[in-house]
């Protein structure tokens, strides 16, 4: 873990929760390949650079609570540096052979320490601050956990206030089943489910279209 000196002078709206940012590395190649050919390798990692930082910029720009950018493939990347020496964000490696044990283990670290942890992606231009504090008054008024579905089949945000392994479980990710398995799941284990409005992410063509129409660029 890597500290940002100036997350230690923030006051924070809800000291007691944080506020994860999945994230990798821009690297060409390796990034939004499901919007390659439509865009070059080296457009579609300017595209992730540029989405990335606008969620750390949404998360940090209002203090809700504190910022952890998890990092992949490894926090030694320029970007991530960066990142921790421009924004009130402490770096974190991710840990796991697939998403659920990654984020699984993510919301173990997060959870030693605060009482509430929100989790997001970096590829959601719909998420508003309003959403983030929407879902932490959710889990601090006792909601066991907060999902922000969206219109591909997944979510782009969960909550929790206790870690829960299962949740994660023998989900089929980067499928339009995530949402629908992770409904049932926390039905399963009697849960209190509390969703978000639907969002969108950036992942297809016809997303890109989308998100260039709000930004004219691309």
Known sequence: ?????????????????????????PIPNQV???LIPALSPELACQLHRQLSLNAIRLTTDSPLCPVQLWCSPSIDHDFFYMAANTYPVTL????????????HA?????LKTYSHALLIGCDCPSLTHG??????????????I??????????????LNQTQA??????????????????????????????????????????LARYNALNKCY
């Not at 974190?92 to 984020?103: C, P």
């Not at 959403?131 to 066991?144: Q, R």
């Not at 299962?166 to 799941?185: H, Y």
């Not at 849960?191 to 997303?207: G, I, K, R, S, Y």
Request: glycine residues 8%.
């Open 146 to 159: 907060v999902l922000g579905p969206a219109e591909d089949g997944g979510y782009v945000l969960v909550g």
């Open 92 to 103: 974190w490696q991710q840990h796991g052979n697939d998403l659920g044990k990654r984020m």
């Open 32 to 34: 939004k390949t499901r």
């Open 166 to 207: 299962q949740v994660f479980a023998d989900i089929d990710w980067g499928t339009s089943n995530v949402l629908k398995q992770t409904r049932m799941k926390i039905q399963s284990l009697g849960l209190n489910l509390h969703e978000l409005a639907t969002q969108w992410d950036v992942d297809t063509p016809e997303d």
């Open 1 to 25: 873990m890597t500290t940002s000196s100036c997350s230690n002078i923030m006051k924070y709206q809800h000291p007691d929760a944080v506020l994860m940012i999945f994230c990798k590395a």
């Open 131 to 144: 959403d983030l504090a929407e879902a932490l008054n959710t889990l601090k008024l006792g909601s066991d």
């Open 106 to 110: 993510a919301f173990c670290s997060a």
